[in-house]
Antibody
């Protein structure tokens, strides 16, 4: 069965970096893009962008350029989200999602809570 | 402010039915498919509807959806307390070249 398993919660100080992993299994990794979705505490879902699992080419939504980096290691069918220069407003649950086609998110990771606090 | 507009909350009694609206524009709902997601408290969202009106396997037929022009509607019949959740619509916006979600609707089953 298809699964996306994310790394555990992180507590980081402002200015630090964090790398969230998303291990995919149960399907051919390169047949579906991986998208990232952010949910701030008590807020709605926010699309961050996606990475083409065939080419490794990332696309970032407005507001997620510069400090956010999507990457892959296809040898271990894992996608990564790295956030640098963390700010308090980056505190959120980050989800990796498998995209069947154009925002048809059929499988979701369990989410990774990133807390930025001094 | 989301590009896709949903009511913040809806409520109904057990056994009743409810409709949740999602309003957009020609660049998103008007020309692209809409999906609907259910997020139960403390859990990751789950795909409820795709391609405007199709249910993935395992989603009961109490859940239905439709789209007309730049608006979409999710309907839930035979409400159960276990349906209490946040519901989100999602679509692609061709003008922005971006994915987007509605602001979410909290369903309360009274």
């Amino acid at each position: 069965q298809v699964q996306l398993v994310q790394s555990g919660s992180e507590l980081k100080e402002p200015g630090a970096s964090v790398k969230v992993s998303c291990k995919a299994s149960g399907y051919t990794f390169t047949t579906h893009s991986i998208n990232w979705v952010r949910q701030a505490p008590g807020q709605g879902l926010e699309w961050m962008g996606w990475i083409n699992t065939n080419t490794g080419n990332p696309t970032y939504a407005q507001g997620f350029t510069g400090r956010f980096v999507f990457s892959l290691d296809t040898s271990v069918t894992t996608a990564y989200l790295q956030i640098s220069s963390l700010k308090a407003e980056d505190t959120a649950v980050y989800y990796c999602v498998r995209d069947n086609k154009m925002i048809e998110f059929d499988y979701w990771g369990q989410g990774t809570l990133v807390t930025v606090s001094s | 402010q989301s590009v896709l507009t949903q009511p913040p909350s809806v409520s109904a009694a057990p056994g009743q039915k409810v409709a949740i609206s999602c309003s957009g524009s020609s660049s998103n709902l008007g020309n692209n498919y809409v999906s609907w997601y259910q997020q139960l408290p403390g859990t990751a969202p789950k795909l409820l509807i795709y391609d405007n009106d199709k249910r993935p396997s395992g989603i009961p037929d109490r859940f239905s959806a439709s789209k007309s022009g730049t608006s979409a509607t999710l309907g839930i019949t035979g409400l159960q307390t276990g349906d209490e959740a946040d519901y989100y619509c999602g679509s692609w916006d061709s003008s922005l070249s971006a994915g987007m979600f509605g602001g979410g609707t909290k369903l309360t089953v009274l």
